[in-house]
């Protein structure tokens, strides 16, 4: 299968701590996407890649928060000093760049837990 | 991207065909619809998309009405599995568009 893939799938952190997911997209999608999703909601976006390059970010990630995209291909999501409101399934999603439209495919998610 | 409305639960019989409505009344001309579902605990999973015209494919079907303000995603013959909460989704295909979830709809199979 050579679908988004995540990582770790599951966290358990204590508060203050600091946590690193790492998403490999599907080969040859120049486009990466993270989201994040509490209980009871869908997901919502919180910033995206084009190759390297850093294009998007949502209100949503605060200076806690850091993504990476080194070399345009996997990408780290890094929360800085956790809180517990930061538990949460962590999105990766990738998708081409083609002119016919770009379906965005999501992984299976990261969950985090911070006590 | 514009917003949609979805119903919060359906229930459908196993077997039988689920219909799941959508309403986008404030869709732009350059907008597709997409749907995705999510099965509990895992991540959202892409089903089917379209612009204007009906579109088919293994998963699902999805109707889009002329005036194209809502259509709807046809589950030919629904199973325990199909059990999801399904998203519907207005996008433009042209450069960030990243998706905008609502709540979606929370379907269930029964046996």
């Known amino acids: 299968d050579t679908g988004v893939s995540q990582d770790p799938r599951h966290k358990i952190t204590k508060r203050g701590q600091n946590v690193t997911f790492r998403c490999d997209p599907i080969s040859e999608h120049n486009r990466l996407y993270w989201y994040r999703q509490t209980l009871g909601q869908g997901p919502e976006f919180l910033t995206y890649?084009?190759?390297?390059?850093?294009?998007?970010k949502s209100r949503l990630l605060s200076d806690r928060f850091s993504a990476e995209r080194p070399k345009g291909s996997f990408s780290t999501l890094e929360i800085q000093r956790t809180e517990q409101g930061d538990s949460a399934m962590y999105l990766c999603?990738?998708?081409?760049?083609?002119?016919?439209?770009?379906?965005?495919?999501f992984g299976e998610g990261s969950w985090l837990t911070v006590v | 991207d514009a917003k949609t409305t979805q119903p919060p639960s359906m229930d459908c019989a196993e077997g039988r065909a689920a219909n799941l409505p959508c309403n986008h009344s404030t869709i732009s001309g350059n907008e597709y619809v997409y749907w995705y579902r999510q099965i509990h605990s895992q991540g959202p999973q892409y089903i089917i998309h379209g612009l204007k015209n009906n579109e088919t494919n293994e998963m699902a079907s999805l109707i889009i009405t002329e005036d194209r303000k809502s259509s709807t995603l046809i589950l030919p013959h629904a199973t325990l599995r199909d059990t999801a909460v399904y998203y519907c989704i207005v996008r433009v295909v042209t450069g960030a568009n990243n998706l905008f979830f609502g709540t979606g709809t929370r379907l269930t199979v029964i046996p």
């Open positions: 890649f084009q190759n390297e390059a850093q294009l998007e």
């Open positions: 999603a990738s998708s081409p760049r083609t002119s016919s439209g770009n379906t965005i495919y």
